[in-house]
């Protein structure tokens, strides 16, 4: 299990564009992630994490937003329609965000690592690049998600947590070859519902703007800070 220090360390080669995300640091999480289950996720289990796991959080969740982030800059837009060679970069990324996405679904305590939520938001969004009717139905209703419902549904415990991701119809689309379907050059809005149990749920619903072009680095981090992202309600 990596320490505090190694993490850090992990999130700024990210942020300081050192590092790519690949399957040997995705599985480090990975293991990280059902290693905090095993350690700390057994009755009784406490109302907040131990001292230990406090320190760490964070810094996952840091880590799971800077991961799914630089390989959802990798995934093109309608990658499923493009020839073996050309698609392959674009499934490798958006297969890693899958499994980073379920990583953070499997959090424990997740309200302690709110920058988890940005792998999830990787997850739709990368759904609705594949620009199928498929694509957008998995972005909205989670098919790909562990139980097929859209969110992880988490043993009961008081420092569990439940989280989804929907993705609300966006535009139409008037362009030639897209008669009738969600705008692809745009995205809807995704719902993060966050509902510690035994406590109130914290609601929070994004828009993300901009797909294919600029997305706002910050669009999965605590704060917004860019005019493309706003957060409603």
């Given at each position: 299990?990596m320490?505090?220090?190694?993490?850090?360390?992990?999130?700024?080669?990210?942020?300081?564009h050192?590092?790519?995300?690949?399957?040997e640091?995705?599985?480090?999480?990975?293991?990280?992630?059902?290693?905090?289950?095993?350690k700390?996720?057994?009755?009784?289990?406490?109302?907040l994490?131990?001292?230990?796991?406090?320190e760490?959080?964070?810094l996952?969740?840091?880590?799971?937003?800077?991961?799914?982030?630089?390989?959802?800059?990798?995934?093109?837009?309608?990658?499923e329609?493009?020839?073996?060679?050309?698609?392959?970069?674009?499934?490798?990324?958006?297969?890693?965000?899958?499994r980073?996405?379920?990583?953070?679904?499997?959090l424990?305590?997740?309200?302690?690592?709110?920058q988890?939520?940005?792998?999830?938001?990787a997850?739709?969004l990368a759904?609705?690049?594949?620009?199928?009717?498929?694509?957008?139905?998995d972005?909205?209703i989670?098919?790909?998600?562990?139980?097929?419902?859209?969110?992880?549904?988490?043993?009961?415990?008081?420092?569990?947590?439940?989280?989804?991701?929907?993705?609300?119809?966006?535009?139409?689309?008037?362009?030639?070859g897209?008669?009738?379907?969600?705008?692809?050059c745009?995205?809807?809005?995704?719902?993060?519902?966050?509902?510690?149990?035994?406590?109130?749920?914290?609601?929070?619903?994004?828009?993300?703007?901009?797909?294919?072009?600029e997305?706002?680095?910050?669009?999965?981090?605590?704060?917004?800070?860019?005019?493309?992202?706003?957060?409603?309600?």
């Amino acid at each position: 299990m990596m320490n505090a220090a190694e993490l850090l360390e992990l999130c700024e080669a990210f942020r300081n564009h050192g590092r790519k995300t690949d399957d040997e640091v995705v599985g480090r999480i990975e293991n990280d992630v059902e290693e905090y289950r095993s350690k700390f996720f057994s009755p009784p289990v406490p109302q907040l994490p131990p001292e230990e796991l406090l320190e760490l959080l964070p810094l996952m969740g840091w880590l799971l937003y800077e991961t799914s982030w630089y390989s959802l800059r990798r995934v093109l837009a309608a990658f499923e329609s493009m020839d073996e060679a050309a698609r392959a970069p674009s499934e490798v990324a958006y297969h890693q965000i899958q499994r980073l996405a379920n990583a953070a679904r499997r959090l424990v305590c997740p309200e302690f690592a709110p920058q988890a939520h940005g792998a999830i938001r990787a997850h739709a969004l990368a759904e609705s690049k594949r620009d199928t009717e498929d694509g957008y139905d998995d972005a909205y209703i989670g098919r790909s998600f562990p139980d097929g419902t859209g969110c992880h549904r988490p043993t009961t415990a008081r420092c569990s947590s439940q989280a989804q991701v929907r993705i609300l119809g966006g535009s139409r689309c008037d362009v030639s070859g897209h008669p009738g379907r969600p705008n692809p050059c745009g995205v809807g809005s995704a719902v993060v519902g966050l509902s510690p149990v035994g406590s109130g749920s914290v609601d929070g619903l994004v828009a993300l703007g901009r797909v294919e072009g600029e997305l706002a680095e910050e669009f999965a981090g605590g704060g917004v800070d860019d005019a493309d992202v706003a957060v409603l309600g």
